[in-house]
């Protein structure tokens, strides 16, 4: 899962974007109106997180723009306290939730797994593939009638993988899509999560629930009709 987050206060937003990368989410901070245009247009992103007061420009305006442009993501608006008449021309602008400052950081986490459980009219709240299940609301995964603790990151992966579950993911498309644009950390860091969730969801006598296309990427594996 992917976020946009666009705050200029410097000290709220590297909160946001610790506190949401600890919780398995790849974040990119924009500071302004402009930034965040620049990132929206060149990034998909899974939901995004709009301060309302910019100093290039406002937040209510950024919203209004992208979603005339056809950008149909998740938005969640950030707003001073009591600004009403934010609140409600958020939700005009064609933002999806809104919180008002200062808020706990549990209830924008909260906030953004209801906005990014998507999408609610085909999938249900919980993911299945063959013996696996994920339930993003409570952000627990079972392998069979077994409980499978998994840290945030490779949550996020396997999330992932399993929303799209016939797809061929490159290494280059995970690294966007569940760590960040600013990521310059290990170049193996993929294959270092997918072995650790392939050690984690194996079971003695099955096939590894991940399987490698050769040139290509990962997949989760085929499920067998019994
Ligand atoms: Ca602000």
Not at 96 to 120: G, I, Q, V
Not at 149 to 170: G, K, N, Q, V, Y
Not at 177 to 187: H, K, P
Not at 193 to 217: C, D, F, W, Y
Request: hydrophobic content about 40%.
């Amino acid at each position: 899962m992917r976020l946009l987050v666009v705050e200029d206060d410097a000290a709220l937003g590297q909160i946001l974007a610790r506190g949401l990368s600890e919780d398995g989410y790849a974040v990119d901070l924009s500071t302004g109106v402009a930034d965040a245009r620049h990132n929206a247009h060149n990034n998909s992103y899974d939901s995004m997180v709009i301060d309302v007061g910019l100093p290039d420009g406002s937040g209510l305006d950024l919203c209004r723009e992208l979603r005339a442009g056809g950008d149909q993501t998740p938005m969640l608006m950030l707003t001073a306290r009591d600004a009403l008449s934010d609140k409600v021309g958020g939700l005009d602008a064609g933002a999806d939730d809104y919180l008002t400052k200062p808020f706990d950081f549990p209830e924008l986490t909260a906030r953004l797994r209801a906005l990014t459980r998507r999408p609610p009219d085909t999938l249900g709240p919980l993911l299945e593939h063959g013996d696996l299940k994920l339930d993003p609301a409570s952000r627990r995964v079972w392998h069979g009638a077994i409980t499978v603790p998994l840290t945030a990151r490779e949550f996020a992966l396997l999330e992932h993988l399993m929303r799209r579950a016939d797809a061929i993911h490159s290494r280059t498309a995970l690294l966007e899509s569940v760590w960040d644009a600013n990521y310059d950390g290990l170049s193996n860091v993929v294959d270092v999560h997918v072995a650790n969730l392939r050690r984690k969801l194996s079971m003695p006598g099955a096939e590894a629930p991940i399987e490698t296309v050769r040139g290509q990427g990962y997949r989760l594996s085929p499920v067998v009709a019994p």
